[in-house]
């Protein structure tokens, strides 16, 4: 099993561009989340789905994010247009019910 | 709504020294499971343990161990005999549980441990 696969590891982009951060979740796993890591808010939870649906949303900082699930083996989160605030890592992880979470290793994003 | 706190934000010990990390948590509903993940200098969440709220047993994994008490609503994580690879972030969280899919996972904000040889 090769994990919870997130690409790219590492973006380095400009305030204003577009990025797109990606997730392919453990085969099977029906539930997918993502999370943002700073050193000011720690680990928060940005939106999840279950079964391609997203749950809750509420996490989601503003209109320039936006998130989707569109099969069982792929989801996306789009910052547009990213600004300095948005450099954090962030995190995709998957889950069975159960639950049992499983993390990729993050893609480290830096706005400058 | 729910919560976890993390009261300790770091905490230095010499190796082989034992430590405790705490974890105290707030929950609404009946049913619920605990989690503690570490995160290395490396930046990976490695997954330690699962606790579900009808199980108050404690828990030990090797130099690990783990004592959960639902009277005071904490669940708390004890190292013994530290090694300096035991340095890293320490996640205490909590995930509602749901009859027919997988709720969110809320973390605290972590306990940054560092074991000095």
């Known amino acids: 099993d090769a994990g919870v696969i997130q690409s790219p590891r590492h973006e380095v982009t400009e305030m204003g561009q577009e990025v797109t951060l990606r997730c392919k979740p453990i085969?099977?796993?029906?539930?997918l989340f993502w999370y943002r890591q700073t050193m000011m808010r720690g680990l928060e939870l940005l939106i999840y789905?279950?079964?391609?649906?997203?749950?809750?949303d509420s996490g989601m900082p503003e209109d320039r994010f936006s998130a989707k699930m569109p099969n069982a083996s792929f989801s996306t989160l789009k910052i547009q247009p990213s600004e300095p605030r948005d450099s954090a890592v962030y995190f995709c992880?998957?889950?069975?019910?159960?639950?049992?979470?499983?993390f990729g290793s993050g893609t480290r994003l830096t706005v400058v | 709504a729910q919560k976890v706190t993390q009261a300790q934000t770091e905490i230095s010990v010499v190796e082989k020294e034992d430590v405790t990390l705490d974890c105290v948590y707030e929950?609404?509903?009946?049913?619920?499971?605990l989690f503690w993940y570490k995160q290395p200098p490396s930046g990976e969440l490695v997954f330690l343990i699962r606790?579900?709220?009808?199980?108050?047993q404690n828990e030990i994994s090797g130099r690990y161990s783990w004592n959960f008490q639902k009277s005071t609503s904490s669940f708390n994580f004890t190292i013994t005999a530290s090694q300096v690879v035991d340095s890293a972030v320490y996640f205490c969280?909590?995930?509602?549980?749901?009859?027919?899919?997988?709720?969110?996972?809320?973390f605290g904000q972590g306990t940054t441990l560092q074991v000095k040889p």
């Open positions: 085969s099977g796993h029906n539930s």
């Open positions: 969280a909590l995930s509602e549980a749901r009859s027919s899919n997988t709720g969110k996972l809320i």
């Open positions: 992880a998957s889950s069975p019910e159960g639950p049992g979470y499983t």
């Open positions: 606790r579900n709220s009808f199980d108050e």
């Open positions: 929950t609404r509903d009946t049913t619920y499971y």
């Open positions: 789905f279950n079964n391609n649906v997203p749950i809750d």
